[in-house]
């Protein structure tokens, strides 16, 4: 135990024999890709878990949102208001579609976007809103339609953390235009590596086969121009095996949060998102915010812990906007929450499996 490594996440795997038996029938067949049975299964598996009216498949959470951005055909050099407090896939996915983010502030109480800094940032050439449910905390959805319908925008979530979150008794995937799903093995729930888009139009989901598939639509016949973005055989039926243990996974976690929290939010310094009480939480991170008044920096304590073996990680530092490539280029709003929040953030190691010696350990590290 003493120099055993504990890293921020470990992946979730259903027992191995169970996936091998599962695996066995693609030696016999051999569609092993393009949408074959495997892949049909798992997009109705997860429409009826993740509560929403449709759902398209994708290799992995980045594509998604690189399509659900696509589908909307905006014009090129269309604004697109985002948070910069995300991974850089997000900002990545809008500037890939040729749009220019406008980054927002975010909140203290939640890292998500500050839906009151929203309407500042509107001008004549915006099109969209690029929130992210960050940690699988909620943006407020509500507040953002609001705006978005009073401007005529579409709001595409990043739901990347929010795998099976609800909100108000609905499944996070209903609000908004479209959101997108990381299946990352990182992730609460991983098909290795996967994605998916949920929307409520069903127009979209010819529309997104096509952005899959090369716009294949026969074998003579390409309607579209598209990428190749189809999730595998073997993905899908990780997904298959890994979505009957999601209940224990989520209940695992849920047990592991509430023994990290009642143990840190008495140590000073220490900060914690709010939780809010519409949500029903998928306990996908453990973020914690190293404030002014604990006895070391964020990158101190960071440090101490990789000492130990421990390896927390900053989710996100630094900012997107901040990064080499975006950097001098798209910033204007003040973003100074944003900017607080990714120079004290730490994302403690976490996942279903945690010993409660590692947590006890990591615990008393930071105290
Ligand atoms: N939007 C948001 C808000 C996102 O956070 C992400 C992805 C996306 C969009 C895009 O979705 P994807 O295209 O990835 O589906 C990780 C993940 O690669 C990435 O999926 C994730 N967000 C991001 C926050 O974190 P790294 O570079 O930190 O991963 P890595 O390789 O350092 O792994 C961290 C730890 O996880 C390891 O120390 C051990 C554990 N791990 C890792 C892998 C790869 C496993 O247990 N099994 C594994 O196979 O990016």
């Known amino acids: 135990m003493h120099n055993e490594k504990i890293l921020v996440t470990r992946s979730s795997m259903p027992p191995y024999e169970e996936y091998i038996e599962a695996i066995k029938p693609l030696w016999d067949n051999r569609q092993i890709t393009n949408m074959g049975q495997y892949h049909k299964e798992l997009e109705e ?10 759902l398209s498949l994708m ?3 980045h594509m998604a949102l690189e399509l659900a ?3 909307f055909d905006f014009p090129e050099g269309a604004e697109v208001i985002t948070t910069p407090f995300t991974f850089i896939s997000t900002t990545h996915a809008i500037v890939r579609n ?3 983010p406008v980054f927002c502030d975010v909140k203290r109480s939640d890292g998500t976007m500050d839906e009151t800094k929203i309407e500042n940032l509107i001008t004549e050439r915006t099109v969209a809103i690029v929130p992210v449910h960050v940690y699988g905390n909620v943006c407020n959805v509500d507040a953002i339609q609001e705006i978005a319908d009073k401007y005529n925008l579409r709001v ?3 739901a990347a953390h929010a795998f099976g979150v609800k909100y108000k008794g609905k499944g996070i995937g209903n609000y908004g235009d479209a959101s997108i799903f990381s299946f990352h093995a990182t992730k609460v729930y991983n098909t290795i590596e996967g994605g998916a888009v949920a929307f409520s139009e069903h127009r979209f989901y010819e529309k997104l086969y096509n952005l899959k598939n090369f716009g294949i639509r026969g074998e003579d016949l390409v309607t579209e121009v598209g990428a190749n973005a189809k999730m595998n055989e073997f993905s899908a039926i990780m997904g298959l095996c890994n979505l009957k243990y999601i209940g224990n996974v989520l209940e695992e976690r849920r047990k592991r949060y509430h023994f990290y929290r009642k143990n840190v939010e008495t140590i000073k310094g220490i900060g914690l998102f709010e939780q809010n009480e519409d949500v029903c939480s998928n306990y996908a991170y453990f973020p914690v915010l190293i404030e002014e008044d604990y006895c070391m920096t964020r990158d101190e304590l960071y440090d101490a812990l990789r000492e130990n073996c421990i390896y927390a990680r900053k989710y996100f530092y630094p900012l ?3 990064q080499e490539c975006f950097r001098n280029k798209y910033g204007r709003a003040c973003l100074e929450q944003a900017r607080k929040l990714a120079n004290q953030i730490l994302c403690l190691p976490f996942h279903d499996e945690m010993k409660i010696e590692q947590m006890v350990k990591i615990i008393d590290i930071i105290k």
Request: charge should be negative; proline fraction near 0%.
């Open 59 to 61: 290799v992995n959470g």
């Open 98 to 100: 040729h749009l220019q």
């Open 156 to 158: 595409i979530y990043d």
């Open 69 to 71: 951005i696509q589908l």
């Open 320 to 322: 997107t906007s901040d």
């Open 45 to 54: 598996k997860l429409k009826g878990y993740l509560d929403v009216q449709e």
